[in-house]
């Protein structure tokens, strides 16, 4: 973890997150390599491929930070109580690592109730 984590980008968003990394002349998706936090009150979409194209034309997606989809919004509403708050991700490989640090100063502006927890999924 950096404690100091003053380099990255972070994407926030009082409702939906949408990312896509097409490229129309290319005819396909390009990788993303990002550090930082990703946070929406609503969905986080990503689409890094399409079924229609081969596997090749299809982008990876490296996160080292944080991703949140809170589902609502965190002054007046639970996790998820506005029926939001999913991720989906359409990628050819995905490397998510959860790194703390970046979470230190959005976790400053939330109310106090609010906590963090990491999940792990292990896709096959």
């Excluded at 989906?88 to 906590?115: A, H, I, K």
Aim: charged letters at 10%.
């Amino acid at each position: 973890a950096n404690p100091n984590a003053t380099e990255g980008v972070s994407l926030f968003a009082a409702n939906n997150i949408y990312l896509s990394t097409y490229d129309a002349s290319a005819q396909k998706f390009n990788d993303v390599s990002l550090r930082g936090v990703i946070y929406a009150q609503g969905d986080i979409q990503a689409n890094l491929g399409h079924p229609t194209l081969a596997a090749d034309k299809w982008g990876k997606l490296k996160l080292n930070g944080s991703m949140v989809a809170y589902g609502g919004n965190p002054a007046t509403q639970s996790p998820g109580q506005a029926a939001t708050g999913n991720l989906d991700l359409v990628t050819q490989q995905g490397e998510l690592t959860f790194d703390p640090s970046y979470l230190t100063s959005l976790m400053s502006t939330l109310p106090n109730n609010l906590r963090y927890g990491c999940w792990l999924w292990v896709l096959e």
